[in-house]
């Protein structure tokens, strides 16, 4: 010990020296370390934002590959002669619905867009074959090849022709990759508006404006039950003051008489109604 400080004493410049410089090095080390560690940091970040677009881009691709036509479809599109074109309208002219109007089927030019208990998918498809057919007097029965992106399925369109000219007939499609595989889903003209009936003043005024309130349920019912043509008001209301909502029902019809059981072909439809008099929105359901 004696000698390490008569060391020190002899060379206490020396020491100095070294011991400045350990401290320099000792700082330079931290101040290297805080950067390798912000660059990391900053590299990590940038690494998770990364994968997070990549994640979002994949989540998109995946969509767009869901409802995007394929090339074969495409090139089946763009071949189309005027009786497939005519086919198409046909089934664009109404909406198809099944099982009381839980399950609809709506078709637009390459595409058609299923309901199946209030939720809704769309279906890229073409039209890659299609055999015509009658039975000499009022049936007309034909069968159609559909090229979907999960493959190829074969429906039936029915049409019983009526008597009288200026109506367009009893009309029913199947098809195997609809929801109900087998079952014959029933064409209607969806009316444009649907008429309400029935509410007092009071009740107006809880479901917001009158107008914006026919314009959703006509679109609703134009999906779900698209023979209806009036709702009656059940004369019932809930109110939760606290979340701002409004709960009711209604009783649709299918002709001004209150006839109901044409909409569904059994049960009368009773839906019910929440309106958000926050939002200003209205959800139906069954």
């Known amino acids: 010990m004696k000698d390490w400080k008569g060391f020190l004493k002899k060379h206490r410049k020396a020491a100095l020296l070294i011991l400045f410089a350990l401290i320099v090095f000792a700082g330079f080390s931290v101040t290297s370390a805080l950067h390798v560690a912000e660059r990391r940091a900053a590299q990590q970040s940038q690494t998770a934002a990364d994968a997070g677009s990549d994640s979002g881009q994949a989540a998109d691709g995946s969509d767009a590959e869901e409802t995007s036509l394929t090339d074969s479809q495409k090139k089946l599109i763009e071949s189309y002669d005027s009786k497939t074109r005519k086919l198409i309208e046909t089934l664009r002219a109404g909406v198809w619905s099944a099982s009381d109007g839980k399950y609809t089927v709506r078709f637009y030019d390459d595409h058609y867009v299923e309901t199946a208990n209030g939720e ?31 493959g190829t399925y074969i429906a039936t369109y029915t049409l019983v022709k009526s008597a009288d000219s200026e109506s367009a007939g009893q009309a029913s499609l199947s098809c195997s990759a609809f929801a109900l595989s087998g079952t014959a889903y029933q064409r209607s003209d969806a009316t444009e508006k649907i008429a ?29 039950y698209p023979a209806a043509v009036k709702a009656t008001w059940n004369k019932n209301v809930t109110i939760d003051y606290e979340k701002g909502l409004v709960v009711t029902a209604f009783t649709l019809s299918s002709d001004d008489s209150g006839s109901s059981a044409s909409v569904t072909g059994s049960a009368t439809p009773v839906i019910s109604v929440t309106y958000d008099r926050n939002a200003g929105t209205y959800e139906f359901s069954v």
Do not use: M
């Open 196 to 224: 309400v009936e029935g509410l007092d003043g009071e009740a107006e005024s809880l479901l917001g404006d009158k107008d914006a309130f026919t314009d959703a349920l006509s679109r609703w019912c134009s999906a779900h």
């Open 120 to 150: 809704e998918t769309s279906h890229p498809f073409a039209i890659s074959a299609c055999e015509y057919g009658n039975n000499g007097s009022d049936t007309e029965v034909d069968t159609i090849a559909f090229e979907t992106n999960a």
